[in-house]
């Protein structure tokens, strides 16, 4: 297993680099113009990352499986996050949505850590209840329930997005598991039908189901974000334009540093430079699976298949959203995108993903 976590180690130090230099090729120009400053996401990019590194060295430095019988307080602790970030003058509110707390020059996002939270969390419940979980009531109903709950809080944000995600990992992890089928059935299309109704529910997200069916309809309106992605994509053909010569970047394309970086990417890099970044999130996902197929331990196990899960899902979405394929939803590109939480709690998965590798019960 030491030529997995090296693997692991390697494929993510490269991703995270790949972030450096495209954060700053993205944003200097915003930052130049707004703060006066052409470094000034970069530097507090690499304030993260510092933060980020320590707290994945931190997590390595104990057997994940002393975690576990601390998994429902962790489950509690960020159910009282999200609830407190609701409030307000206690959570930050920005553009509508209520998501942050302002701790200083840094924004904490609280939905960041319920997301491993409740992953924490199924996966001490399924490696405790393996016997019950074709049971309704004993083994499906309590981590549904839980996990509706945090996705409750993460909409009334609102943050389509995020609880998307979160029901999709918990229940691929039941289904991992071994939950019924009919069981899995009925609360996906119980799911499928509440994303119907909150899409119906708010104009802007209706807006943004029509602009992703033909962006080109309102470019200039609606539209604008998903037309400039493409415009970026297009535009760097095979080889790019070259580094820091992205003409989108220029106030065209909004959060062409978070949410919209690989199409920063596709223009200044090209063909090649995008398929590479894929190409590595797909090499941390083989790598993800070899980890978790050689995983005896059941709670490292479960939790491996949800970080994996986790991550692989959002780079999936997010690369989707970028190319047109998904509607907008607002998820950074994992390691790459400009972020404090995410970025941050996304390396601590990193770190546990690390500490199974080297601690679980694994085959030589």
């Not at 507090?44 to 997590?59: I, M, N, P, Q, S």
């Amino acid at each position: 297993m030491r030529e997995h976590r090296i693997a692991l180690i390697l494929v993510t130090m490269a991703l995270v680099c790949v972030g450096i230099v495209m954060i700053y090729s993205a944003s200097c120009v915003n930052a130049l113009e707004n703060f006066k400053d052409s470094l000034y996401y970069l530097k507090r990019h690499l304030f993260f990352l510092v933060l980020g590194f320590g707290a994945t060295a931190g997590v390595m430095m104990f057997d994940y499986r002393k975690i576990q019988p601390y998994a429902r307080r962790i489950l509690f602790v960020s159910i009282v996050l999200l609830i407190l970030v609701l409030i307000p003058h206690i959570g930050k509110e920005s553009y509508g949505a209520r998501r942050w707390f302002k701790l200083g020059m840094f924004h904490f996002q609280p939905s960041e850590l319920a997301k491993l939270a409740v992953i924490i969390f199924t996966a001490d419940f399924l490696a405790r209840k393996q016997e019950m979980i074709k049971s309704f009531k004993r083994g499906f109903v309590p981590p549904v329930v839980l996990m509706g709950l945090v996705c409750a809080l993460t909409v009334k944000q609102p943050d389509l997005g995020t609880t998307v995600e979160i029901a999709v990992v918990v229940l691929v992890m039941m289904l991992v598991a071994g939950s019924r089928l009919s069981h899995m059935g009925a609360i996906a299309l119980t799911g499928m039908m509440g994303v119907v109704y909150l899409i119906i529910k708010a104009p802007y997200r209706m807006a943004r189901i029509i602009a992703f069916l033909d962006p080109w309809q309102d470019a200039q309106g609606i539209g604008f974000q998903l037309t400039q992605s493409q415009m970026a994509l297009g535009s760097g053909g095979v080889f790019g334009v070259g580094l820091g010569h992205s003409q989108q970047k220029l106030f065209y394309l909004p959060a062409a540093h978070t949410d919209f970086i690989l199409s920063i990417i596709g223009e200044e890099l090209g063909l090649i430079g995008t398929l590479a970044v894929i190409m590595l999130f797909i090499l941390f996902i083989w790598i993800g699976t070899r980890i978790i197929r050689q995983t005896h331990d059941a709670f490292g196990y479960f939790l491996s298949i949800g970080i994996v899960m986790m991550l692989g899902l959002q780079a999936m979405v997010n690369v989707g959203v970028s190319i047109g394929a998904f509607p907008t939803k607002g998820l950074p590109l994992p390691f790459i995108s400009y972020g404090g939480s995410a970025l941050i709690f996304h390396l601590i998965a990193i770190g546990l993903l690390l500490n199974i590798a080297k601690t679980g019960d694994i085959k030589a």
